[in-house]
């Protein structure tokens, strides 16, 4: 037999499969995450964090981080503050680059 459109999705699925450990918990399952998607987000430019950060929800601005080393990430932590204003140790919007292949999921 050859290979067809069932083994190339048999593949993607496997590789799916197998990276999803790497990446860590799901974003939008974490509690107390928003339930709709994020304003931003973002990658730092040192590569030491990633995030996503709701400007207002809820009332709150919401900001979902995580540290990271290399292409491993620790568990993602939640800080609220007053919509409007920056957190006091948000990372400036200079040092925040956007996640390439990022998606709410």
């Known amino acids: ?7 190339g999705v048999w593949t993607a699925g ?6 999803l450990p790497a990446c860590g918990e799901q974003p939008s399952k974490v509690a107390g995450a928003p339930s709709t998607p ?11 964090a990633e995030g996503f950060l709701w400007y207002c929800v809820g009332g709150e601005r919401v900001r979902m981080s995580r540290a990271c080393r290399g292409d491993r990430c620790g568990n ?7 919509c409007g204003h920056p957190m006091p140790d948000e990372p400036p919007p200079v040092a925040r680059r956007p996640m390439i292949g990022a998606g709410w999921w």
Not at 14 to 19: D, G, V
Not at 40 to 45: G, I, K
């Open 14 to 19: 496997l590789i799916a499969a197998l990276a």
């Open 38 to 48: 994020p304003s931003e987000s973002y990658r730092l430019e040192s590569g030491e």
């Open 76 to 82: 993602w932590l939640i800080a609220r503050g007053p």
């Open 1 to 7: 037999m050859g290979y067809g459109a069932a083994n």
